[in-house]
């Protein structure tokens, strides 16, 4: 069983930045699963916001490029999520996701981090 836990959210003002980290736990070759990082901001849908590859391949919504980068460590099993530049409309609960061979469908994620960008 795939577990996920998120760290790393809280209260940021407009410009500032932040890192998320989701640690992946379980039994499984974590190198066979394409983790990412999406998010839920009240009464919209769960969005992406980036994913990448065992060996490094990124993919990254248009409103977040130049200013999120995702990274993981394959020997440690995390994710990280470099977010800088923050603005109002990042305020959303953040979810890591773990796609075994990148198929959402039968991904498993985390319980979410709070990221709320506001003066």
């Known amino acids: 069983q795939v577990q996920l836990g998120e760290s790393g959210g809280g209260l940021v003002q407009p410009g500032g930045s932040l890192t998320l980290s989701c640690a992946a736990s379980?039994?499984?070759?974590?190198?066979?699963?394409?983790m990412g990082w999406y998010r839920q901001a009240p009464g919209n849908q769960r969005e992406l916001v980036a994913t990448?590859?065992?060996?490094?391949?990124?993919n990254y919504a248009d409103a977040v490029k130049g200013r999120f980068t995702i990274s993981r460590d394959n020997a440690k099993n995390m994710v990280n999520l470099q977010m800088i530049s923050l603005k109002p409309e990042d305020t959303a609960v953040y979810y890591c996701?773990?796609?075994?061979?990148?198929?959402?469908?039968?991904?498993?994620w985390g319980q979410g981090t709070q990221v709320t960008v506001s003066s």
């Open positions: 990448i590859t065992s060996d490094g391949n990124t």
């Open positions: 379980g039994r499984t070759n974590w190198k066979m699963f394409t």
């Open positions: 996701n773990a796609a075994p061979g990148g198929l959402v469908g039968l991904s498993s």
